[in-house]
């Protein structure tokens, strides 16, 4: 099956800074999508991204499907912010999503 | 409903018991999932349903593990003679298509099981 990498597995930010995580895919894919874990353990959707670039205030997002990766920016990094940030890719093969290992991102006041 | 809605969030097993995890997924989405997150893990795959038909279960890790959704909405996922392995949260998601359509899928909050 498709292999998903995430990095960094942890990071840790001052509360205003710039964070960029990367997630490489092995294999051709329908669909990515970016979620943020909170602390509750709900998965939120952050984008969903097969190809090309996207904003949604301080976060955006680029994939490159021809080079099989993606990254997802966060800018002026807030406490809120913490929690594990996962990549799942959908291959062009099937229905279900094939996670990475994720982020674990820790924003200090 | 406005989400995924997954019940009951908390449910704690003794060893050898049977548990029923019920997730309702967002109205008029035709695809639901099951996925198992283990403890500093992503979530894995378990099984996938297009309406009623269950087309990959593949994932489930046993044959004590069973899904059903027999009328296409609601969906419940069965655990029998539940052992300390089967600990995790159990996420349900759902799409409003699949195979290739318009698949973002959605979470549900999960059910955490724990089995002492």
């Known amino acids: 099956g498709i292999q998903v990498e995430q990095s960094p597995p942890d990071l840790i930010l001052q509360e205003g800074a710039n964070s960029t995580l990367r997630c490489n895919f092995s294999d051709s894919v329908n669909n990515l999508q970016w979620f943020h874990q909170n602390p509750w353990g709900q998965l939120i959707n952050l984008f969903y991204i097969p190809s090309g670039t996207k904003q949604n205030g301080r976060l955006s997002a680029t994939t490159v499907a021809t080079e099989r990766y993606s990254l997802l920016y966060i800018s002026s990094s807030q406490t809120t912010d913490s929690g594990v940030y996962f990549c799942a890719v959908e291959e062009t093969s099937g229905s279900r999503l094939t996670f990475g290992e994720g982020t674990q991102l820790t924003v200090n006041p | 409903g406005a989400g995924v809605s997954q019940s009951p969030r908390y449910k704690v097993a003794k060893r050898g018991q049977d548990v029923a995890l019920r997730c309702d997924p967002i109205s008029g989405h035709v695809s639901l999932f099951w996925y198992q997150q283990a403890l500093g893990q992503g979530p894995e795959f378990l099984t996938y349903?297009?309406?009623?038909?269950?087309?990959?279960k593949s994932g489930l890790p046993s044959d004590r593990f069973f899904a059903e959704r027999p009328e296409g909405s609601v969906s419940t996922l069965k655990i029998q003679r539940t052992q300390q392995e089967d600990s995790a949260v159990y996420l349900c998601?759902?799409?409003?298509?699949?195979?290739?359509?318009?698949?973002?899928?959605?979470f549900g909050q999960g059910t955490r099981l724990t089995v002492v």
């Open positions: 349903f297009q309406n009623e038909a269950q087309l990959d």
């Open positions: 998601a759902s799409s409003l298509e699949g195979g290739g359509g318009l698949t973002e899928a959605f």
